[in-house]
């Protein structure tokens, strides 16, 4: 057992920092992207078209991707003081039982978005300024989100085997 969650956590890691390096891509361009708008729209009277539906489309997908690799490393705000005073196995299990309530919520919230996204493809809905299909961007927030579910997945199996370990 515990080396299919060794091999699934491996698979998770590799996926969640793949979309942490992508997302990291689309930050650097959506910074380069509202820098040179308002040098444009400042100096040149000029702004670049598009570069409003561009910066939200590109802050959706920046938050959709990094929402994995920030529970991988525990960064969301946790409140554990009532969890951290209980027994080792008992909070290990707690903890487990968070971590899959979070990974079945989180799957049904990316199931959602993905069916929001084949009802906005079969609407053919497109961006206003420079007429882009929207359903692309809802797909690609909805596999930041399933990956977001896998890694509370390893997490809590890791967080049972914890709980039946020997001390």
């Avoid at 491996?10 to 969640?16: A, P, R």
């Avoid at 920092?17 to 361009?29: A, F, G, K, Q």
Wanted: glycine fraction near 6%.
């Amino acid at each position: 057992m515990k080396q299919f969650i060794n091999g699934l956590e491996k698979m998770v890691n590799v996926l969640s920092l793949v979309l942490h390096h992508i997302s990291n891509v689309i930050l650097c361009i959506v910074t380069f992207l509202i820098t040179f708008d308002v040098i444009g729209r400042f100096f040149f009277n000029q702004p670049i078209k598009g570069a409003f539906e561009l910066t939200e489309l590109g802050s959706a997908i920046l938050v959709f991707f990094t929402f994995a690799i920030t529970h991988k490393y525990k960064e969301h705000i946790a409140i554990g003081f009532a969890v951290d005073k209980l027994p080792h196995r008992i909070r290990h299990v707690m903890e487990g039982c968070i971590e899959w309530f979070i990974c079945v919520m989180v799957s049904l919230m990316s199931w959602h978005i993905f069916n929001e996204a084949m009802r906005t493809m079969g609407r053919n809905v497109t961006t206003s300024d420079l007429n882009l299909t929207v359903y692309p961007f809802i797909i690609i927030a909805s596999i930041g989100s399933f990956v977001f579910a896998f890694v509370a997945l390893t997490s809590g199996l890791k967080h049972f085997v914890k709980a039946v370990e020997k001390t």
